[in-house]
């Protein structure tokens, strides 16, 4: 019955749009779920069964599943098969249906589209609450609030009616020159102001280089396991994202991946997130030259690079490349406080004009006075202050919690390890493979702690299992208190 | 010699992505003018002798010509024909090839996407200076920023942590309820503050809409003429933009219009952008059923509804609404600041938990501090104060520049009158159609003041002549000195 169903709806795609054939199957089975023929939880037939009922090729089955695996409406459970996602919702039938496509006006009202219910339903960042050891998460009650609030004041004294306007320069040009200075020092990032822009964060960064950079169905390469937010994006840009293995050395395409060419490639080299995987020195120049035979656009995101506790200080990927085509961005939500808006992006000369224009007119960037305020900060040397504070107080939470984890890690290459402690707010304890990570995170939340399944980040992969922990956000007297909680959950899955 | 090579470039298009023929043809053509084979400013051959030269139907041509021309990539002068707009720039035939559409590796770097080319260099708001009678922008010299800054500074001793962070609730609380407040007395809106979410703005409340209710691909149709944002933020979001022309009492969809049959209907109903055409009784009937029809969304953008001069006071559309099709969207940046960066959207209740969960995925919404100034700012009675001072400020200059006009109208159907005067910050002064009044408008440049041609824009008709003139931005005193020189210029036409 659900293949007959697909069938017909592959053919209505297939006579309407001039699909490809594992596009159509994709639309169908979404539709499928969506209309409920395919339930919340329920199991699908396995790819062969599916190719076979369908008299499709097997290929053509799988690139449709894994695309809703990406896209996060279908689960793979090792040992067990694939199964439809439990928050795919239910959308009833008769709104469901699209009658513009057809042409066939109804009294029904429409609700979200495809991309809409995607966008809203999968890679949630508020899935889980913030607690202890939730990964991602800055302490910003250390920020000088104080120190802040005189500087706003003092720059809302000073404003004049062009503050206040939106800015068509990039940003403020003070701000632009200090971030330079920052970059240029401390992250070996070869720039001028002139190619800063400032932006609202990450995100927006993100977006701009896909909405600039890729057309709609390019593909983007990322990095499996992920950084949701970036999925994100580009599911929101429309492209066509392709997950390509981190190994300990970081972003590890294959000769499978190369025939997957990419427009944009998306990496976090420095400190890559999740598994905090360093990007080595030989493959930072062969990603570089990977790049360079596809024509492809390198999108570096150092979310967190300010913090750096142990081994060698890595430069960014940008200061290697020697043909302009390494997109660099950074943050102040990390350093500062979430809620600031303010991030930025390097961009190679050539496209400096262009990316200022749409910028402006996309997104019409202000927030000038606090900008001066930031650039003040930083000038002043209170940036440089308030990250030497918080390195030196995360850096003790971070000793704190390798300390409570100690007792859990096993020498061998199967036992508990962890990966990525170097940098950041985060670390990730890798577990042996046959542990349920999503069920230990889950008995560990009902302690009132919140650590992330390194299984939660995959795209495509199926042999990753840890958990990740963040450091950033608790306290360190909340670190000791809840070090030995997080490592005796850890150290009970032996025993079962 | 073109049409050999856009024939070859629909083979290439046509056997490896199934697209339709307008489709193919539209790629070809945008691949010329970016090649240099169609250089700036030449003239295309008729939709006929194309059709002809291609085998081609002429409305798969015409279809193509017309996106082209949406896009902005072409122009059409009345009675000569269709030329590349002198803004398309040219790309290196070398760098612009795109070898991973065709998996072959290459050497050179590549640069912008289409979709990124058209982003950076079509509707730009910053084609023309800021000056006298620019319209668009509101005067915030006025606005009282001692007030302000006290607020702000008030909210940011009241901070903790919480505010700092990035919100997901949609806004802060007492802020949304203000909103609510304001929009139920002076709108007609019906809302409860649960419906109201803070954006950065009417950019990011389209784009918003645009993603969730959306699909790429999917229809939108646009008032012609039209708001250059909005057209920005559909192009972003991949849709299909179809032109809908206005008249006298707002959009009048036809029967063709019809055939096109439409996904999302973004309308300016209380004063259209930019003829101000004020949407009467009958068409917003004619509208809601024509959406409920299509199982459209209604988006409905309310710019300038807090400046109203004369005429009876207009409700919302959203007001009539039954069944819950519109999404309502306003902005601050007209009566506060346009760098504040703070709008709202209102979406129809079985829409709001999907669209606060990706406004926070996709936006990472903060500045709760400013928000919180913002609400006390309204509650306080400031915001109607300022407002108050504001519609007295702007009514005098509105009455400087009808005077300063006057002599230039003709009581004739032909002659030059004025439309859309009753409200907003700007008014159109319509001329016969054989003016060109884009060339006025540079004349009128050359005198220090800007004005834009009604014909700018305008997306597909042809028989919109006039100039856009704002009254919100030059202090009285400079309206009364440069109204008569802007009326010397228009009736100067008279004479040649």
Chains 1, 2 share one sequence.
């Not at 360093?278 to 990977?290: D, F, G, I, K, Y």
Request: hydrophobic letters at 40%.
């Amino acid at each position: 019955m659900l293949s007959e169903f697909l069938l017909s709806e592959m053919n209505r795609l297939g006579s309407q749009d001039a699909l490809p054939l594992h596009r159509q199957l994709y639309e169908a089975l979404r539709r499928a779920m969506l209309d409920g023929k395919l339930g919340a939880g329920e199991r699908l037939s396995s790819s062969r069964d599916l190719a076979q009922d369908l008299g499709l090729s097997r290929n053509t089955v799988v690139a449709a599943i894994n695309q809703l695996s990406v896209e996060g409406y279908l689960v793979s459970r090792v040992g067990s098969g694939t199964f439809v996602n439990d928050n795919v919702p239910r959308v009833n039938p008769a709104s469901a249906a699209r009658p513009h496509l057809r042409g066939a006006p109804t009294v029904a009202p429409s609700r979200l589209s495809a991309r809409g219910l995607a966008l809203s339903t999968t890679f949630c960042a508020t899935q889980l609450e913030v607690q202890p050891f939730t990964p991602g998460i800055a302490d910003f009650s250390a920020f000088p609030l104080t120190l802040w609030q005189r500087l706003q004041n003092k720059h809302w004294r000073m404003t004049y009616p062009d503050m206040l306007d939106y800015n068509d320069s990039g940003g403020y040009a003070p701000l632009r020159r200090a971030i330079a200075d920052y970059l240029r020092v401390f992250r070996s990032v070869q720039l001028d102001a002139d190619q800063v822009i400032v932006t609202t964060g990450t995100q927006q960064s993100l977006e701009l280089c896909a909405r600039l950079l890729a057309d709609h169905g390019d593909t983007v390469w990322v990095e499996d396991p992920a950084y949701w937010g970036a999925v994100k994006a580009f599911m929101a840009t429309g492209l066509a994202i392709h997950p390509v293995p981190v190994d300990d050395e970081g972003i590890c395409p294959s000769a499978a991946d190369n025939a997957q060419p990419p427009r944009l490639i998306y990496v976090t080299p420095s400190h890559q997130y999740p598994t905090g995987a360093v990007m080595s020195l030989p493959r930072r120049h062969q990603l570089l030259s990977t790049a360079r035979a596809h024509g492809a656009w390198v999108l570096e995101d150092d979310y967190d690079s300010e913090y750096r506790f142990s081994g060698p200080p890595i430069s960014s990927l940008e200061g290697l490349d020697t043909d302009g085509r390494v997109l660099y961005m950074g943050t102040f939500s990390k350093v500062l406080y979430p809620g600031i808006k303010l991030g930025y992006l390097v961009v190679p000369k050539p496209l400096v004009a262009a990316f200022k224009q749409a910028h402006y007119d996309l997104n019409r960037p202000g927030q000038m006075p606090m900008q001066a305020a930031l650039a003040e900060f930083i000038e002043m040397g209170h940036f440089s202050s308030a990250l030497r504070r918080a390195r030196q107080s995360y850096g003790e939470r971070r000793q704190a919690l390798l300390e409570a984890l100690k007792p859990v890690l096993a020498p061998g290459t199967e036992g508990p390890a962890i990966s990525g402690a170097e940098q950041g707010l985060h670390l990730c304890l890798r577990l042996p493979a046959a542990v349920d990570d999503a069920a230990l995170a889950q008995r560990i939340a009902q302690q009132g702690l919140t650590v992330r399944p390194l299984s939660a980040y995959c795209l495509a992969r199926k042999d990753l299992r840890g958990l990740v922990i963040g450091y950033g956000y608790a306290p360190l007297s909340d670190i000791k208190r809840c070090g030995p909680v997080l490592s005796a959950a850890v150290r009970s899955l032996k025993k079962t």
